[in-house]
């Protein structure tokens, strides 16, 4: 079988008839070249991309690789910025790598999302109504029993009304935090019409989160964490996926929640995988790669804490223009070492970035600028990150 080259055509040498011969040509030897050899080519027609690009040719693929899917998405998906909800579910783990089951998977997910909320999210009324009507289909009429736990009035632990509206408390903050999310973008506003539906759906899978993990429940911020899932699936070009817009981000959010949702735990912040030990493996990173730094934030006071609590709780949500957050995301959700290793070396090369302005400020200069982080090249950021060293 012959090995895979790169294809490197000039314009100049070729009249339109040879480049269109060429071309038909190459689209025959990507067919009949092994699989995984042409992966990392890129082909250019006299300086511009070929028709079929690194992403689209990844996404096409039977069965995925995901290291290929990587090397391309951690580049940014500025320019393929509609492949952008597939992309993220494949990397979350929400799609499979086989790209023949994504029908059947997204079926599952979807039917299972309904049956929790309804599950989850009705209130004891409800279900009362669903069971009268269930029995009713049978052709059996019964005498309707309210006991002591079904009550309305009886606030006991255990009860079922106590317990929902404990859940109205938490719906109440949610809804709270959700009217701060990005109340400057009409996709998120309070006072935009379509915000409403957003809102609502936000509002659904951030109470079914914490009612499926009471250990951990609704912290503040997690909607912040939601927003960009949710907009990207909601704005997804396929009608379809924006319908289920609601259960694809209850299922990535999760997924992804799952890496550093130990971050969100107060009762694991002073353990070994609390928040205060990621903090200091982020102190331990800066030193590692500028000592000079780490010891000008130490004399000067500028704990970890006063500034990175917020970066790493939030991914970096609230320390950028809401579209770059997107491209940040590509990086970080792209990277083989995991989302929270790489949002540590992302937060050091922020860090890093500014080194300067760190170095001629004091406590308070310093605080200021990075609780209101600069505007920064990215492209540039995720290059020192990507070259930050281990302790």
Known sequence: MKSAMPFQIKLKKFSDQQVDRASDQLGQELETYPFSAVRSERYFVDGFEDLRSD???????????????????????????EMRPLVWKILLGYLSVNSNSWEDELTQHRLKYTQLKEEFLASPSQCTNKEEKEYHANGLLRRHEVTNGDH?????????????????EIAEQIDRDLERTHPDIEFFSVNSPISQTNQAAMRNILLLFAKMNPAIGYVQGMNEVLAPLYYVFRTDSSEDNTLHAEADSFGCFVQLLSGFVDNFCPQLDNSSVGIHATLSRLSQLLKANDKDLWDHLENSKVNTQFYAFRWVTLLLTQEFEFHSIMTIWDFLLSNPLGVQEMLLRVCCSMLLCVRNELLQGDFAANLKLLQHYPEVDLRHLFDVASNINSP
């Not at 391309?72 to 393929?80: D, S």
């Not at 606030?155 to 404990?166: A, I, V």
């Open 152 to 168: 309305p009035l009886n606030l006991r632990n255990g009860s079922t009304w106590n317990q929902y509206f404990k859940n109205a």
């Open 55 to 81: 992403l689209e040719f990844e996404l096409s693929q039977k069965i995925i690789c995901i290291e290929a899917l990587q090397q391309v998405a951690c580049k940014g998906l500025r320019h393929g910025g």
